[in-house]
């Protein structure tokens, strides 16, 4: 061992507010009267002003404790080389909008500090690196694990279309009902739970989970919706191979992630939308009585048949993916051949960028971020 080094450390960073969601405006713990606010009185416009948004009075930034655990190891004369760590940032008194009821005078809601949200996780890198006669080569692989968790949302729990952000689950959650396949027939359609009484054979059929009561009520309905897949990746890694031999080198960076779902929308997911047309698959995948078992449930319009488009896990697919993000070949000439010329250095090289993606995703880049 060549080298053994172990850190640790504590900080604690105030923020106004990082979250996408909300931030602090100057001056956001008052009440601010805004112009324009004309009225009608007696037949005429007058000017006015009005407090159109309430303000939290104890508003107050954000805070991230963070914890960090690591160590660097360097072995024989730098051949391996190994750095490790594990953390914990711990966030609390996130920013984020409340809505308040009408009642209360028609304003907009403030924002304040109401959420907490914990992220635990590891980084490792591992390199290796060594020179036999005129060749070397490196070699290095690197690996982080993240986990996502809403520690208290203050008994509130947010939803959209097709995402949950509550306590005890990670941030944007897909919030989905669970697919288990196609109503094959009329009979099984009527001895069934269904969404509507619109249903149909080789429509997408979604599993009875829950009640008010909490045990299956015979319908499905918002209360049959569960938290399922993951909207951010567990695993991020990468890998770098370097090869040398006299002036000829060659370097490649390869890149991926694992444990991420993407919800494909708009025409890649939905026949016809928006007066477009309908991809190959939908054509030839599409359930017919002749195939029960396609790939994509009976072909319809959105509009036509709006069961077979709510926010489910038929719909999620794995987003994970392995990507050649770069790889250079390059050669430089000797010394001697640059100095006629009166250069000193002269190098050729050939360069590619995402040359290859390994992934199950075929729908579109599975790089690109979507909501």
């Known amino acids: 061992i060549d080298l053994l080094k172990l850190r640790a450390s504590y900080g604690k960073l105030g923020n106004q507010g990082n979250q996408g969601n909300a931030a602090a405006d100057l001056y956001g713990y008052m009440n601010t009267v805004n112009l324009g606010q004309d009225y009608s009185f007696n037949n005429t416009v007058n000017s006015g002003s009005a407090v159109t948004k309430f303000n939290d009075p104890n508003i107050s930034w954000e805070t991230t404790t963070t914890y960090n655990l690591g160590a660097d190891v360097s072995a024989w004369n730098g051949k391996l080389a190994l750095s490790a760590d594990v953390f914990k940032r711990h966030t609390e008194d996130i920013l984020r909008p409340v809505q ?7 304003l907009d809601g403030p924002v304040t500090n109401i959420v907490t949200v914990d992220n635990t996780g590891y980084e490792v890198t591992v390199t290796h690196r060594n020179d036999i006669g005129a060749f070397n080569y490196s070699i290095s692989a690197a690996v982080s694990y993240v986990q996502n968790k809403v520690i208290s949302l203050n008994g509130e729990s947010i939803i959209s279309t097709r995402r949950i952000t509550q306590a005890g689950s990670p941030i944007d959650a897909y919030y989905l009902y669970q697919a288990i396949g196609y109503y094959q027939t009329q009979e099984e359609v009527d001895n ?6 619109a249903v149909k054979p080789g429509y997408i059929k979604y599993a009875d989970l829950s009640g008010p009561d909490g045990k299956p009520d015979g319908k499905i309905d918002a209360y049959d919706r569960v938290v399922a897949g993951s909207s951010m990746p567990k695993y991020n890694y990468s890998f770098n191979l370097n090869l040398g031999y006299k002036g ?5 960076f390869f890149q991926g992630v694992q444990g991420i779902n993407l919800y494909p929308t708009v025409n890649l997911a939905t026949p016809f939308n928006n007066g477009a047309g309908v991809t190959t698959d939908w054509v030839n995948n599409s359930w017919t009585p002749q195939s029960p078992n396609a790939s994509l449930p009976i072909l319809t319009t959105t509009t036509g048949a709006p069961e077979n488009f709510q926010p489910s896990t038929f ?3 794995s987003g994970s993916y392995l990507r050649m993000k770069n790889l250079q070949l390059k050669y430089e000439l000797p010394e001697g051949w640059p100095n006629r010329i009166k250069v000193q250095r002269v190098a050729v090289f050939a360069n590619g960028e995402n040359l290859l993606t390994f992934t199950k995703f075929k729908d579109f880049d599975p790089e690109k971020n979507i909501q």
């Not at 308040?100 to 028609?106: C, T």
């Not at 000829?248 to 490649?252: G, K, Q, S, V």
């Open 315 to 317: 719909w999620l697919k």
């Open 248 to 252: 000829l080198t060659l370097n490649a």
């Open 192 to 197: 069934s739970p269904k969404i509507s009484n």
């Open 100 to 106: 308040i009821a009408q009642q209360g005078g028609g």
